[in-house]
């Protein structure tokens, strides 16, 4: 398991305070797994779809994503957190560029009647989980500095979206479970399947104006593969 640890008496800030030791570490740690495994699904999840919705073999994807998540879990373990951050990007670049050439050409090859319904079925529900799944990347890896900053860094200052724990941790005076909560990756990809399902947020609002850029286009793709399967259910019906 691939963490962030910084040392017990380097803590910035005054949010740490008086927390007991095992608090602290939890603030400061953050797995990688969950990240990697949806790196790695997104390569595997075209390995389901067409070639010609493909940029290039459908396994080109997740060898290329294996290649570079190596380099990116060896940097971060060396403690090279710039060059971990930029490999990172790359990797959700490159996932958002082939996410949205493959929606491309699905939007051209409908009218043409290229796919059989079942197959259509299938290819839209791989990229509307794609499309959940980069997305979740995006948040994680840009918010307050992505996952190379401290974990209380993350917890309240800069932060692009307010998690409810943040406003239990504001009006609470007693101890609670939000007690030195911070964001990790599930918590983005909650924002990121709620984004594709109800085309807005839920119960975290993005604060930032790159936040909200990101929101809207999550949810104008997600909501063209919907309206894509509505049309051709229509038009076969």
């Avoid at 710039?82 to 082939?98: H, N």
């Avoid at 409908?110 to 259509?120: N, R, V």
């Avoid at 924002?191 to 104008?220: C, E, H, Y």
Wanted: net charge neutral; proline share 7%.
């Amino acid at each position: 398991m691939w963490t962030e640890q910084f040392p017990a008496t380097t803590i910035p800030g005054s949010s740490g305070r008086g927390l007991p030791a095992a608090t602290l570490v939890a603030m400061r740690s953050e797995p990688r797994w969950p990240a990697t495994i949806a790196v790695l699904a997104v390569g595997g999840i075209y390995l389901a779809i067409p070639e010609y919705l493909s940029l290039g073999p459908r396994w080109l994807l997740l060898v290329v994503m294996v290649l570079l998540a190596v380099p990116t879990l060896l940097a971060h373990r060396a403690g090279l957190k710039e060059v971990s951050r930029w490999l990172g990007i790359t990797i959700s670049l490159i996932l958002t560029a082939d996410l949205i050439w493959s929606l491309g050409l699905l939007v051209h090859g409908l009218p043409l009647h290229k796919q059989a319904p079942g197959e259509l079925l299938r290819s839209a529900a791989a990229l509307w989980t794609s499309n959940v799944l980069v997305f979740a990347l995006w948040y994680w890896r840009l918010d307050s500095s992505g996952p190379v900053a401290p974990e209380n860094q993350r917890q309240h200052c800069g932060s692009a979206f307010l998690f409810p724990q943040m406003m239990m941790q504001v009006h609470s005076h007693e101890q609670t479970e939000a007690e030195g909560w911070s964001a990790n990756f599930v918590d983005y990809l909650f924002i990121a399947f709620n984004t594709s399902t109800a085309f807005s947020p839920t119960d975290t609002p993005p604060l930032t104006r790159w936040a909200k850029g990101l929101m809207m286009v999550q949810s104008a793709i997600s909501l063209m593969i919907v309206a894509l399967l509505a049309a051709r259910a229509i038009n076969i019906l």
